[in-house]
């Protein structure tokens, strides 16, 4: 069974660093690409970035682009999503996608989501 | 960038054909997949590549994609189908993922 199973809720404060983790299993990891969403309060899915954990080829969303980094660790199946320095507009869920191969491809499989709150 | 634009809520009643667009400059041309998000839940895809449906999503769902307008479409409407719909394109010109703004189906 494929399941990304995500690191839990976090309060931080802004100017905190933060990583967070999507854990695949029940497939290939270094076949499928794993991509990132925000989601803020209230509103839509926002993509931020998407990485291929064979060679860790990764593209952002110009909107993210140097707000965040994303990496991946093959060896033990884990994607991250990390801040060096969060600001309050930085409280969303985030949410880790399977995406498979192929230019035009969908999210097949998704976590259950790390909800983010930045306050002082 | 690419833009796909969805109507901001759908209202139907049940037992009816709900059908949410998404419209975008010559979409026809491009692969759509929708995915469904209920409160509080992480999204799930339920048609991918215009009309294919995943194992487990009912036959109720179903897609088109011609021109200017993509169409999600489900017939038989049921209260367990009240859910945000997001649309999605992969837009080969920028080599971005684009997510329309989302409709809020309601079942009246």
């Known amino acids: 069974e494929v399941q990304l199973v995500q690191s839990g809720a976090e309060v931080k404060k802004p100017g905190e660093s933060l990583k967070i983790s999507c854990k695949g299993s029940?497939?290939?990891?270094?076949?499928?690409?794993i991509g990132w969403v925000r989601q803020m309060p209230g509103k839509g899915l926002e993509w931020m970035g998407i990485i291929y954990p064979g060679d860790s080829d990764t593209r952002y969303s110009p909107s993210f682009q140097g707000q965040v980094t994303i990496s991946a660790d093959k060896s033990i199946s884990t994607a991250y999503l990390q801040w060096s320095s969060l600001k309050a507009s930085d409280t969303a869920m985030y949410y880790c996608?399977?995406?498979?191969?192929?230019?035009?491809?969908?999210?097949?499989?998704w976590g259950q989501g790390t909800l983010v709150t930045v306050s002082s | 960038s690419y833009v796909l634009t969805q109507p901001p809520s759908v209202s139907v009643a049940p037992g009816k054909t709900a059908r949410i667009t998404c419209g975008g400059n010559?979409?026809?041309?491009?692969?759509v997949h929708w995915y469904q998000q209920k409160p509080g839940q992480a999204p799930v895809l339920v048609i991918y590549y215009d009309s294919d449906r995943p194992s487990g999503i009912p036959e109720r769902f179903s897609g088109s994609n011609s021109g200017n307008t993509a169409t999600l479409t489900i017939s038989r409407v049921e209260a367990g189908d009240e859910a945000d719909y997001y649309c999605?394109?992969?837009?080969?010109?920028?080599?971005?993922?684009?997510f329309g703004g989302g409709t809020k189906l309601t079942v009246l």
């Open positions: 010559n979409i026809g041309s491009k692969s």
């Open positions: 029940g497939y290939s990891f270094t076949s499928y690409w």
């Open positions: 999605q394109v992969w837009d080969s010109s920028s080599d971005l993922v684009v």
């Open positions: 996608a399977r995406r498979p191969s192929g230019y035009d491809s969908h999210f097949d499989y």
